[in-house]
């Protein structure tokens, strides 16, 4: 553990047709200005925040295809590298796709206030993602050393599999965040509730925040429901609900609070219930 309290923010991230990069940068600007300003230490941002550059088009009026996203790599992680360092905030933005060996991979990125950029591709994907966007899925999973403690970047569909945040965990992750971007209540429900349960199961922060708003032209893109939440293992210190903050359902917004890792150790040796050091390892695998 290193600096025990800090503070984190997330981004309800309304998506809208836009007609340049610069609008996108503008929009991605103001959020991170934003959490500056509630002296955020960490700022995370939606999956598939960047479709929204798809909707500038290809000037006959129709939105670009997801194969055209890599293009945007390039000034993506310059405006992200740029903000992280001006405000010495670690800037998880969201998710991106990016191009690999022929490959596309739907990937989390982490800027660091010191200009490293850190990858971590989506595990698990969706069967959108691979029968309508032909993407490819990670293949290895990173936990990542900050000055606040030790982080995890699962995207989405991944929090829905417990074995892989225990991995995370045993790694020494005390916080996992999770961009998400769902387009109904079913999926958003299905991700919101499996972080309640790993958090409890693993006495871990989770972050999470989705995207809102819509893109009317982009394929698979045109609805989303979206909630950011900070949440907590559900015992004492921490909010019976193990909710830190929530958004409002659909709103353009940003959430904030403080995670302390010392209330984390707490729980984990002396709280009501003790769920990592209680393992059964003997009866299942234990993912160190």
Known sequence: MKNGKFRVSAVQYRLQTIDSFDAFAAQSTHYVRAAQEFGADFVLFPEFFTTQLLSIGDGTGRAL???RLPEFTDRYRELFAGLARETGMHIIAGTHVIERGGKLYNTAHLFMPDGRVFEQPKLHLTPTE????????????????????????????DIEFPEIVRMAKARGADVIFCPSCTDDRHGFFRVRYTSHARAVENQV???????VGSLPTVDFMRLNYGQAAIITPN??????????AEGEIGEDMVITADLDLRLLEEVRESGSV??????????YPDWR
Do not use: M, Q, S
């Open 205 to 211: 922060y989770v972050v999470l925040t989705g995207t």
């Open 130 to 157: 691979v029968r309508e966007w032909n993407l490819a899925p990670g293949e290895d999973l990173k936990v990542f050393e900050t000055d606040h403690g030790t982080i995890a970047l699962l995207t989405c569909y």
């Open 274 to 283: 003790t769920t990592w050091r209680d393992r059964r390892t003997d009866l």
């Open 235 to 244: 015992d004492i210190p921490f909010p019976p609900r193990g909710i830190l």
């Open 65 to 67: 295809p997801i194969g």
